[in-house]
């Protein structure tokens, strides 16, 4: 996707048409959808330090300043 726009993303939490649209937290899901990954490669890159993310329980939380970051979208 573009740098700036994110060509209607659809996800079932909705659809991001930028980086505006994305909350502020996303999850494993969005995350995936928005870097092209699958699923289990994001939960990975987080477990592993690659993509900065907090785990809370079970569950991923992935901070979208920090995303966007790390893979040249800011």
């Given at each position: ?35 092209g990954l699958s699923i ?35």
């Open positions: 996707f573009a740098k700036t726009e994110l060509g209607g993303i659809n996800l079932r939490k909705g659809a991001f048409l930028t980086w505006n649209d994305v909350p502020a937290l996303i999850d494993l899901e969005q995350a995936s959808v928005l870097l289990e490669s994001v939960r990975r890159y987080c477990v592993l330090g690659d993509i900065p993310a907090v785990q809370i329980g079970k569950q991923w939380r992935i901070d979208k300043q920090k995303l966007m970051k790390q893979f040249g979208y800011s």
